[in-house]
């Protein structure tokens, strides 16, 4: 079965960084486009990144030049390098990916931005 497991969530203060990583398993994950996306309280669930299976990126504008989005197909584990970190970063941050015709998300990480 599909299992999809974020960690590395965490409090940090403005201007930080913060790496998450999401480990798959029950796909061919190297074959697997990867996404990241994120939920802020009271907000609808945005795409923040995605990679695909040859290494193409694309992000969402508020975070591109600060977020980046890589994968390692030798460990089944795509990563969110996020740098320069804001307030509005806030949220519960979930890896995603569709296989079989069905999308799959992991449980999520909490990444909250404040002084």
């Known amino acids: 079965q599909v299992q999809l497991v974020e960690s590395g969530g965490g409090l940090v203060q403005p201007g930080g960084s913060l790496r998450l990583s999401c480990a798959a398993s029950?796909?061919?994950?190297?074959?697997?486009?990867m996404k990241w996306y994120r939920q802020a309280p009271g907000k609808q669930r945005e795409l923040v990144a995605a990679?695909?299976?040859?290494?193409?990126?694309n992000y969402a504008d508020s975070v591109k030049g600060r977020f980046t989005i890589s994968r390692d197909n030798a460990k089944n584990t795509v990563y969110l390098q996020m740098n320069s970190l804001k307030p509005e970063d806030t949220g519960a941050y979930y890896c995603?990916?569709?296989?079989?015709?069905?999308?799959?998300w992991g449980q999520g990480t909490q990444v909250t931005v404040s002084s």
């Open positions: 995603g990916t569709a296989w079989g015709a069905r999308d799959y």
């Open positions: 029950g796909i061919i994950f190297r074959i697997s486009g």
């Open positions: 990679i695909g299976s040859s290494g193409i990126t």
